[in-house]
T-cell receptor, first 113, second 111 residues
Framework: ETGVTQTPRHLVMGMTNKKSLKCEQHLGHNAMYWYKQSAKKPLELMFVYSLEERVENNSVPSRFSPECPNSSHLFLHLHTLQPEDSALYLC????????????FGDGTRLSIL | DAKTTQPTSMDCAEGRAANLPCNHSTISGNEYVYWYRQIHSQGPQYIIHGLKNNETNEMASLIITEDRKSSTLILPHATLRDTAVYYCIVSTNTGGFKTIFGAGTRLFVKA
């Protein structure tokens, strides 16, 4: 139990579907992150939120839309994804924005048909 | 690009010590060495970190060379459940949002 919960654990969707990934942290942290982990590739940082404000967007396509309604919840809204977007999407949190260590959830395994 | 270099894979016999090396020759004075591991189908898990001195916790020991250009993570009595990818990263404790995970070392613990 890491204190960071992601749902769903697995998601299969078509390219025209709209879905959302959810992340919740129970650690009282002030920063939350979305990472993408493709097969055979290192983790790629996608978005960073600090106190509910987006502070980093690593050139992520607009078909990925993050939302942080409060410091405990983070969403990743998905729309018109491509097959190459199939990956493990990981959420993390840290006490201080940009700080270490980060606490990760177990991810959502996303498959695009 | 990652600021650390690690071997791609290593094997270790169950019950023996696993020593995982990491090179970070360009580390800055205010950067810490952090270790994480990722077990299959799980997210990365923080293990330990250090700045200059050697560190030990319930999971592992971290040995940092005097010039801080390399370090070694030691799992004193490896078990099959320690089979995972181990990541060494360098970061200030405020991170700057640019935590870069490299490819890590895939450790296989064999019975």
């Amino acid at each position: 139990e890491t204190g960071v919960t992601q749902t769903p654990r697995h998601l299969v969707m078509g390219m025209t579907n709209k879905k959302s990934l959810k992340c919740e942290q129970h650690l009282g942290h002030n920063a939350m992150y979305w990472y993408k982990q493709s097969a055979k590739k290192p983790l790629e940082l996608m978005f960073v939120y600090s106190l509910e404000e987006r502070v980093e967007n690593n050139s992520v396509p607009s078909r990925f839309s993050p939302e942080c309604p409060n410091s405990s919840h983070l969403f990743l809204h998905l729309h018109t994804l491509q097959p190459e977007d199939s990956a493990l999407y990981l959420c993390a949190s840290s006490q201080d924005p940009g700080g270490q260590p980060q606490h990760f959830g177990d991810g959502t395994r996303l498959s695009i048909l | 690009d990652a600021k650390t270099t690690q071997p791609t894979s290593m094997d270790c016999a169950e019950g023996r010590a696993a020593n995982l090396p990491c090179n970070h020759s360009t580390i800055s004075g205010n950067e810490y060495v952090y270790w994480y591991r990722q077990i299959h189908s799980q997210g990365p898990q923080y293990i330990i970190h250090g700045l200059k001195n050697n560190e030990t916790n319930e999971m592992a020991s971290l040995i940092i060379t005097e010039d801080r250009k390399s370090s070694t993570l030691i799992l004193p009595h490896a078990t099959l459940r320690d089979t995972a990818v181990y990541y060494c990263i360098v970061s200030t404790n405020t991170g700057g949002f640019k935590t870069i995970f490299g490819a890590g070392t895939r450790l296989f613990v064999k019975a």
